[in-house]
């Protein structure tokens, strides 16, 4: 079965800093990978996605991810972090639409 | 409209209550999900229709039971839960389930407190 394993349940950084939150997946066939980011009491809102194609993917808010093969790995960075990205950050694994999330990363972002 | 609504947002209730969480899209969305969510922990899933019909329980247990009575509704009738059930429960839905690549849109959720 697919899973992913987020590297990290606590990151953080000061405004302005580039954020780097860590992601590598396992799977048997080439996975859609995912980003969602929550905020309190709130849903699940995608970030970026990563189904085929370009391995760079440009999400919103500023943030991208790269798919790397060779290292299994969807990390996802920001070049500048500000204080409204302050959340839970789950990486995410799809296979025939059965989506799995990693652990999830808090970010904190100091003033 | 590219909105799931989850009601109501916050539910007590009492170990021998019986009560129902519900979820609606307008997105003709054909596959709708639901997730349980404790507390500093992912997303776990619990049950997913693709088409009105149940294709995935993921071993739920009984006092927990979901419907599908259209395409645009999902519900969770709940009945009998202990407080270990106390939980952010999460509706999402997608375009559907086999291509695997759609992402799913996801409801604020309803925070659920067992007494």
């Known amino acids: 079965a697919q899973s992913v394993t987020q590297l990290g349940s606590h990151v953080s950084v000061s405004e302005g800093a580039l954020v780097l939150l860590r992601c590598n997946y396992s799977?048997?066939?080439?996975?859609?990978l995912f980003w969602y980011v929550q905020y309190p009491n709130q849903g699940l809102q995608l970030l970026l996605k990563y189904t085929t194609g370009a391995t760079l993917v440009k999400g919103i808010n500023g943030f991208e991810a790269e798919f790397k093969k060779s290292e299994t790995s969807f990390h996802l960075t920001k070049p500048s972090a500000h204080m409204s990205d302050a959340a839970e950050y789950f990486c995410?694994?799809?296979?025939?639409?059965?989506?799995?999330f990693g652990a999830g990363t808090r970010l904190t972002v100091k003033p | 409209d590219t909105e799931v609504t989850q009601t109501p947002k916050h539910l007590v209730m009492g170990m021998t209550n019986k009560k129902s969480l519900k979820c609606e899209q307008h997105m003709g969305h054909r596959a709708m999900y639901w997730y349980k969510q404790k507390a500093k922990k992912p997303p776990e899933l619990m049950f997913v229709?693709?088409?009105?019909?149940?294709?995935i329980n993921e071993s739920v247990p009984s006092r927990f039971s979901p419907e599908c009575p259209n395409s645009s509704l999902l519900n969770l009738h709940l009945h009998a839960l202990q407080p270990e059930d106390s939980a952010l429960y999460l509706c999402a839905s997608s375009q559907d389930r086999v291509s695997g690549g759609e992402k799913l849109f996801f409801g604020s959720g309803t925070q659920l407190s067992v007494l």
């Open positions: 229709y693709s088409y009105e019909k149940l294709s």
């Open positions: 995410a694994v799809s296979l025939l639409g059965d989506m799995r």
């Open positions: 799977s048997s066939v080439p996975p859609y």
